[in-house]
Each structure stands twice: as structure tokens, then as C-alpha cells.
């Protein structure tokens, strides 16, 4: 099992799925707290659209990718909070949509620019030196941002009138947040994949809300998970042939389960 | 001196009228209590005087000012929720909610220190919660959530407190209490207090005004001056019995018209 550590390729994939196994999942606290399960599955599906238009432009897809997903991020958040259309609505009405200008992009785009397979399912092979810097740089502006915005975002995600009744910027957090999110999806589709990346958004963070009763504990013990989940998930794609979208989530969903069974909360222990 | 005045407030709801040209002023050290039936328009007039909801027309004054323009005067208004609006489940101990209560006056960026940290804990001791800090708050008894939101409207140092159906949930023992508490509060401070309810026989009994709130505004007077004018029936369109605590507990029923 040992080899598979001195071929390069899997080292960068490791240390890809280090970063953003642990930033999806910090990141994702926020998804299962405010209950924006939905709004990831939307961007995450939306960056398809970006990621094709990169192909169609001979771009790097990821650089595409990133403002396409901030954008469709923005629209959701303005849409749903201005607009006569419901949230849920809003994300069902856009993913579709940049999922359809996705298809026509890579429709004709040149044939050897597209490597659909990987950008859908997540390929272990895929991740090269300047993708590792680039996840690297990203992550850490991503966790820094969740640091600088530490106490404001926690309030946010306790009560949003609370928050605005007390004076905080809570239409420009709210973006914010959606920013990171897109950021955080786009960085991992590499190794995730974009069908599958909004599980890990949702699985460590839930497994962590089963386990923990506050809220840096919860983060810290989600972006864990995510985390081992990634190495986990790597060495049993390497080891199986399999894409590691696929094997990073059923390792985080495995996890999961387990902490179900675990659960104080599952169990409903209240300490009353 | 009025810290409140609504003037002609008007809120529409998609096709629906929720408030009808509502006329208000709260004076400073007033314990008014806001009573109605559901779906009266109660939660939303104390939006509009929190900024959250624009009315569609009229004015609201708060402390000499608009609601928006309030500005680092925020705090001066302490708003406790409705309890059932509240994710319990949410991994915050006591601590921390209170300490939310405190983010406004702290601003971007900055972090808790001491004093922040001591204001927390006064202001549980106040509301006798202080050996809970620890606790997640969804393991406390309704009574208790109660008394930590009200130390998190606190710790602010607010001068009105508004709060939303504040007894739903909590028991008859915590109920007096939690009114005791607030009697301290307004001793203590002069804290101006709007209590929002539907159970008219407990608050009447509490505060020292009520207004009666259908969409329109019906009145505001004293609670016996209420109670004696058919107001009530006016306001929830039936006949209303109440129970009243004087020195004997009595009920106070009157004949349909």
C-alpha cells in the first residue's frame, strides 16, 4: 500500500484532498446550520457552466469556473432576497440553466480541451503542481476570510434578525458567505468532482452537529472529517481503481452513519 | 418623554393589510403591555419599530430618530423573540448567546475582552442564569431559554426592551417570575418595557398600560380602564372572560351585547 506514496501524482492529490477535505467541511458548518444544503447543490451544479466555458475558451477551467460560480452565487442571494421568487425556486430555475449553457459549451468546445469524466466524477490523476498552489492560496484567503469574520458569521448563522436587529451588516455577510461557498466548490471540483462536491459541504459539517453541542468544536471536529474522509477516499480510489469523487463521499457518509449510532443527539440525551 | 411614536403605520403583506394607519407613543419608563388574537398584526408592529419591516406608510420614531437611522444607538433597544423562532438545536452555550448580545457594540473585527466577557456574566446573574453559562441552550427549561434571551437583550445595555410573546411555553411558577423579573428590571433601571401577548388575563394583571391591537390600534389605557369599556370584545370580536388577580382572585365576565 506504501508505493502509492512515491508516485508524485498522489502526493499533490493528497495534499489537494487535505485542503479541501478540511475547507469544504469548515465551510460547510455554515451549509448545515443555516440550511443551505440546497444552495450548494446549486452552485456546485452551476459551476459546470463555468468549467465548460473553459474548455470552450482554451482556459484553465478552474479560473472560469470561479467567477461563473460567484455569479451564480450572487444572483441566488439577490434573487431570493429582493425578488418575488422563492430561494428554493431561484436555485432550481439557475443551476438548470448553467447546467444547460454548460452542455452547449462543451458541446462545441474542441474535443481534446474536455476531460468531462474528471471535472464530473473527481480524478485522482488530476491535480497538478500550480492546481495544488492555487487550492492552497485559495484555501487559506477562504479560511482567513471565516477567521476575520469569526464572531459575525456565528451570529448570522444563530438568528439573522437577531443579528440585524443588532446592527450587523447581514445582507453583505449573507454574500459573503455565498462567495466562500462558490470559491470552496469550484477549488474542489478537481479531485471531487462536480456532481459530488456538495456532499462534502454537508457530510462532515452534519456528522459534526451529531457529536458536538458548541460551535468551535463542531468546526474544528467537521473540518477533521473532511479531512481523513479525503485521505481515506484517496487511498481507496488508488487501491480500486475508483474516481475519488465517489470514494471521498461514501468514506464521509460512512463516517456519518457511525455517528449517528453515536450521537447523543440521535440518541436524545438532554441533559434537562 | 416619548421614545416611540408611530404615526399612520401602515403594512401590507402581498395583497393583505397587516396593520391599519396604527397610532402609538410610548413614554419613557411605560410597561405597556400589546395584546390582540393571532394574526393581529402584534410581531409585525414590533418589526416596524425595530427597523426589520418598512412600514408601506407613516412614520416611526425611535429615540428621536428613524429606526434605520438609529445608527450606535442601536442598542438602546433590547429584543427578545418569539421562543418557537429560535433554532434550539444550535450548537451555543448560554455564554455565547448573551455574548452575541454584545457583537453590535464591538464592531467588525474586534474580538471579546474582559469587560465584554464580565458584562456577560452580570448580566446572567441578573437574570439568575449564571450557573448555566456552560450549557447548550437547548438543554434548559423554556423558562430558563427565556431568562438568557433576556440577558442577551441586556448586556447591551438597552433603555426599551421589547418582547414577543415572551410566557408561550413556560410554566405558571417561571411565568411569575419572569414577570417579577421584570418588575426588578424596570425598578432598577427604568427600563421601558413592551410586552407582547395573547393571554390578556396574565399581563393585565403585570403591566401598568395595554394596548389592544386588531390590525387597527383600539386603545391605550390602563388595564381596568380596558377591562371596563368593552374593548376586548371589540378588538377579538367575541366575548372575553377575564381573570383578574386582585387580593382575591375573581373573574370578570360581562353579558354579550
Known amino acids: 500500500m506504501t508505493e502509492m506514496f512515491h508516485y508524485s501524482f498522489m502526493l499533490r492529490a493528497l495534499g489537494a484532498a487535505i485542503l479541501v477535505g478540511g475547507l469544504c467541511s469548515t465551510i460547510g458548518v455554515y451549509i448545515v446550520l443555516k440550511r443551505l444544503s440546497f444552495i450548494g447543490v446549486g452552485i456546485s451544479h452551476s459551476a459546470f457552466g463555468g468549467i465548460s466555458l473553459g474548455f470552450l475558451l482554451g482556459l484553465n477551467p478552474v479560473a472560469t469556473a470561479i467567477p461563473f460560480a460567484m455569479a451564480v452565487a450572487m444572483t441566488i442571494g439577490v434573487i431570493s432576497r429582493k425578488g418575488r421568487v422563492s430561494e428554493d425556486v431561484a436555485i432550481g430555475i439557475l443551476f438548470a440553466t448553467a447546467m444547460a449553457l454548460g452542455v452547449i459549451f462543451v458541446t462545441l468546445a474542441p474535443a481534446d480541451n474536455v476531460d468531462l469524466f474528471g471535472y464530473l466524477f473527481g480524478s485522482i490523476l488530476a491535480v497538478s503542481a500550480s492546481d495544488l498552489w492555487l487550492i492552497g492560496i485559495l484555501s ?34 449573507h454574500y459573503l458567505l455565498l462567495c466562500l461557498i462558490a470559491v470552496s466548490v469550484v477549488i474542489s471540483i478537481k479531485l471531487v468532482g462536480i456532481v459530488l462536491v456538495s456532499a462534502l459541504l454537508v457530510v462532515p459539517a452534519a456528522t459534526a452537529f451529531q457529536l458536538t453541542r458548541s460551535f468551535k468544536p463542531m468546526m474544528l471536529l467537521s473540518a477533521l472529517l473532511g479531512m481523513v474522509s479525503g485521505v481515506v477516499g484517496l487511498i481507496f480510489s488508488y487501491e480500486f481503481d475508483l474516481p475519488s469523487g465517489a470514494t471521498i463521499v461514501l468514506t464521509a457518509t460512512a463516517i456519518f452513519i457511525l455517528s449517528l449510532i453515536l450521537s447523543p443527539r440521535a440518541r436524545g440525551i438532554r441533559l434537562r | 418623554m416619548e421614545i416611540v411614536r408611530l404615526q399612520d403605520i401602515w403594512v401590507r403583506h402581498q395583497d393583505q393589510v397587516i396593520l391599519k394607519g396604527v397610532e402609538l407613543a410610548i413614554e419613557s419608563g411605560e410597561f405597556l403591555g400589546l395584546i390582540g388574537p393571532n394574526g393581529a398584526g402584534k410581531t409585525t408592529l414590533l418589526k416596524v419599530i425595530l427597523g426589520l419591516i418598512q412600514p408601506h406608510q407613516g412614520r416611526v420614531e425611535v429615540f428621536g430618530t428613524t429606526p434605520q437611522g438609529l445608527g450606535g444607538k442601536r442598542h438602546l433597544i433590547g429584543y427578545v423573540p418569539q421562543r418557537s423562532l429560535i433554532d434550539w438545536q444550535f450548537p451555543a452555550s448560554v455564554f455565547d448567546v448573551v455574548m452575541m448580545g454584545r457583537y453590535g457594540k464591538m464592531g467588525l473585527f474586534r474580538r471579546p475582552n474582559s469587560r465584554d466577557k464580565e458584562a456577560v456574566l452580570h448580566s446572567l446573574d441578573r437574570v439568575e442564569m449564571g450557573e448555566f453559562a456552560k450549557r447548550q441552550i437547548g438543554q ?30 413556560v410554566d405558571a411558577a417561571a411565568q411569575e417570575r419572569f414577570y417579577q423579573l421584570l418588575g426588578n428590571l424596570k425598578r432598577d433601571f427604568g427600563l421601558t418595557i413592551v410586552l407582547v401577548s395573547h393571554d390578556i388575563s396574565i399581563i393585565s394583571t403585570h403591566v401598568e398600560k395595554i394596548a389592544c391591537l386588531n390590525q387597527s390600534l383600539y386603545c391605550h389605557a390602563t388595564p381596568t380602564e380596558v377591562l371596563s369599556t368593552g374593548t376586548l370584545e371589540k378588538v377579538y370580536g367575541c366575548e372575553i372572560e377575564v381573570l383578574a388577580h386582585g387580593k382575591i382572585p375573581h373573574r370578570v365576565i360581562r353579558e354579550h351585547p
Open chain 1, 140 to 173: 487559506f484567503a477562504v479560511i482567513g476570510t471565516v477567521i476575520l469574520f469569526f464572531k459575525e458569521l456565528f451570529f448570522l448563522s444563530f438568528d439573522e434578525e437577531l443579528a440585524k436587529v443588532s446592527g450587523l451588516p447581514v445582507e453583505k455577510l
Open chain 2, 140 to 169: 434548559l427549561s423554556a423558562g430558563q431559554q427565556q431568562r438568557v434571551f433576556i440577558a442577551r437583550a441586556l448586556v447591551a445595555e438597552p433603555q426599551l426592551l421589547l418582547l414577543d410573546e415572551a410566557t408561550m411555553g
